[in-house]
Each structure stands twice: as structure tokens, then as C-alpha cells.
């Protein structure tokens, strides 16, 4: 079948353009350009005589003929909602997805990171393994990602390639490691300078759009600081600024790790300094785990407008910690989701959401139990649902562009079904509450709950459409 001209979705449509805003409009309509790539307009409490071709006449001002749309009717148990955003995951790393979590980040670094990474300088692996990624990250809902590659210049355009061609939009990063590193598994400040911009230049040629419709973007990616000189530091920032790229590292992940960069950068004032000081730091970075943070950490995020990718599963997996995510939002800190695989075993934002309530929950209870007042209500569905999708996309620096379904915005969309054959979400019908409101004429009452049970029962096979500037890129 032929892509259409227009798609005009009608059910129900949830999404949280706000932390805290659970925006259930259960009778609607929205239409998208696929030309565009893009949410032409949105009709709430819709009329089902009207035809889709007199909502695209009302949302375009053109007569457009029916045969030129397509219409999906979503079921009683589906409704529509933004794709999910992963902040931060390693490509290469699912290669050993599930080893070594009975080892602090350090050592599992040095057992099984470096050395897995290090194979991809073969670029038949690179090409058999990121085909696989990409598609098992898409499977899972995730319509953006901020990817790490490795420092492999070839594997990394193989990486780029591979994402554009499955359809996802994604930051790609080379990574960049000079010193601290394993002499199998590093480079010179000169190579890994003139590598990454290399990479750069290679990506944005390939680009064969305006800068509003490129799907894969380059992002300057210094793996951590001590893993960099201080030149090599500085450089990555120098050509950030020439090219305005964004930029992805880890901070302040481990205590061990956090003790290391001081050591290594013993005149910076803390461990953010270390990239402010390189001009690495800004509001279009993007800085990974943020779990043991100074004052002066945090005041340099919230001056810099840098965002937080919280990657509760890693978190836990590795001992690392458990980050505050409820400091960040309360100082204005942007906070999105990330999956850090392979420290995290599993690519997926839905359970990046379970895991955040989970490690919300288990710093409330220690605080509680070490005599600490707390005073701050625990992360609901609609907030985590909101970190998954409109934060990610506001620490991705793209908000205006994605994380909701506004007219104007992208079409990166998702069709969740929770009545599909073996569903881990149990049916309306065996879940009371949710019955009730339905029985008693209160669908959005029915539907908050639905999406609640999305968010800490559904899995991939929930996920029945998957949708990237308009255009279906997987579906079941």
C-alpha cells in the first residue's frame, strides 16, 4: 500500500504537555501531513458523522479528497500518544546486555565494557549488531534516542547509517577516550579530535533535508572526563560551538568515579566544572546519571540549562546510587529518561519509568527511615509518562518540536493497545474501577487509570504502531 497524503487517528489521544497535566481528550480526532511529517490539527469531542475528509478540509483550508487519506479508528482499548525518548544508551554495549552487574561501574568498565567495545573496530559486527539494536530499541516504542557508539569512526557512520534507515530519529555520538583507557581500547588527542569531526561532517552530508526534518543528528560525545585530556576536552568543545551540536557525557555516576575526575581535574571546582570549563556545558547537553551532585554541580546545571538523563535501572544495577529526580525539577533542571544499556539490562523507556518510580520511592523510604522529614509526594504515573516523552524531549533540546500531540509538532506517535493476545495489562472487564467509570459515563475517569496501568504493566507487545515524522516504521 501506498504511503497516504494525510492520516486521520480518531479515539482517544493521551499525552502530558506539562509536568503534572494528564491530557486525555477520549473523543478526538488528529490529522497528520505526511508530507510534512507533521500534526496538522486536532478536533476534540468529534462528531463520528464527520468524515475525515471535511476534518482535513477544517485543519488545512483545502479540499482534499478521501481517497487520499488514511483513517485509523482506534479500538476501545487503544488510544494514541507520543513516542517515548531514551536519553541515554550505548549501541554497542547490548552485545553483552545482562553480564557483570554484581560489579561497581569501575570495574565492570574495565571486565566487560572496554573490552566488548573495543570488537567494533570490525565493521561486518557493526553492521549484523546495530541492525539488531535499532530495531529491538524501535520494538520497544522508543521513537528518539541518544545513542553512544564507540571511538571507531567506520562503526559509528555504520551506526548513523543504520538508524536512518530503519526510520528513527537519534543523537549519535563517536566517543571520544585519550587517557585512563585500556591501550587496546584508545586513541591520541589528535585522532580522536580529527575522528570526531570526521563523523560529524560525514553525518550532516548525509542529511539530505532542512535542519527541521533531519532525523539523525551528530552529538559531540566525550565518554566521561577522565576518560579525556583536558586538550581533548576543550577541542570537543571548540567544535561543538563551530558546528552547534549538542553534547552527551556521564557525571557524577559513581562515588569512585566522581573521586577519579577530581583527581584528574584537581583545579576544576567540582565535577560539572570539569566540562563547563572545556565549554561542553550549556543547554543543549545532555549529562547522564547525576546521582552524587554537589551544590555547585547542580548550580552549574540549572545556570547552563543543561538537562538530566535518569537511568534508574543502571542506577541500581551497578550500585551506583539513586538520583534525585525531584531535585532537578523543583530548581528547573530538565529531566528525561534513559535506558544505559548495557549497565541497564533492558532498552526499554517503559520500564525506565517503573524503575524511576521505583528508585523515587526507595529514597523517600530511606530518608524517612533515617529520621528525615520528607515533604514530597512520590512520582505519579502522569509525571513519569511526562519524564518518558515531553521531558526527554525538552533535555534532547527538541520541545518545541516533539513530546506531545500538539498541532505543529512532529508526528513521532505511538498506538498502544492494552487488549492484545497476552497481555501483561489485565482487561477493562476484569479491572473494576476502571468498569465502573465506564458504565457510569466517565471516560476520561476510565482512561486516567488506563494509562496508569500502561505505565507499570505494558511492554512492547502493547506497542502495535510506531510512527516517526509521519511515517510507520514498525507495527505488529
Known sequence: MSTPEYYVF??????????GTLRIRHSAALGVSCRSGRIIGVTEQLDSSVSSGSLIDAWTGNKVNESAIETVNLGSDQFLMPGLIDTHTHAPQFTF?????????????????????????????ARTA?????????????????????????????LAETIREAG????????????????YYSESTEESLQASETFVRAVLDN???????????????????????????????????????????????NPSETAFAKECFPEAASYAA????????????????????????MRLMRKSGAGVSHCPNSNFALSSGIADVRRFLDQGI??????????????????????????????????RDAGTEVKQAPLNAS????????????????QSQLGSLDPGKFFDALVVDLDVSNSPVPSVHSTGAVLHHQQNGEPELGWNLRAEQFVFLADDRNIVRVYVAGRLIHSL
Open 130 to 158: 546495530y541492525k539488531d539494536v535499532v530495531q529491538r530499541v524501535i520494538r520497544g516504542g522508543c521513537t528518539m534516542a541518544a545513542y553512544f557508539g564507540t571511538i571507531h569512526l567506520e562503526a559509528n557512520c555504520i
Open 383 to 398: 509525571e513519569l509518562l511526562f519524564l518518558a516523552t515531553q521531558g526527554g524531549a525538552r533535555v534532547m533540546g527538541m
Open 10 to 19: 480518531r479515539g482517544c489521544l493521551i499525552d502530558t504537555p506539562e509536568l
Open 274 to 297: 570539569i566540562y563547563d570549563n572545556a565549554g561542553l556545558l550549556g543547554p543543549r547537553t545532555i549529562m547522564a546519571h547525576c546521582i552524587h551532585m554537589s551544590d555547585d554541580d
Open 97 to 125: 546486555l545482562g553480564l557483570g552487574h554484581d560489579l561497581p561501574l569501575m570495574e565492570w568498565l574495565e571486565k566487560y565494557t572496554f573490552k566488548h567495545e573495543s570488537e567494533f573496530q570490525d565493521p561486518s559486527l
Open 334 to 367: 530538565p529531566v528525561g529518561l534513559g535506558t544505559d544499556v548495557g549497565a541497564g539490562y533492558t532498552p526499554s523507556i517503559i520500564d525506565a519509568m517503573r524503575m524511576a518510580a521505583a528508585a523515587n520511592r526507595a529514597l523517600i523510604a530511606s530518608r
Open 207 to 253: 542529511n539530505n533535508a532542512d535542519d527541521d526534518s533531519v532525523l539523525v543528528r551528530p552529538i559531540i560525545t566525550p565518554r566521561f572526563a577522565p576518560t579525556c585530556s583536558d586538550r581533548c576536552l576543550r577541542g570537543l568543545g571548540e567544535l561543538a560551538h563551530k558546528r552547534n551540536l549538542a553534547v552527551q557525557s556521564h557525571l557524577c555516576e
Open 168 to 183: 528513527q530519529r537519534a543523537f549519535v555520538g563517536k566517543v571520544c577516550m585519550d587517557v585512563n583507557s585500556p591501550a
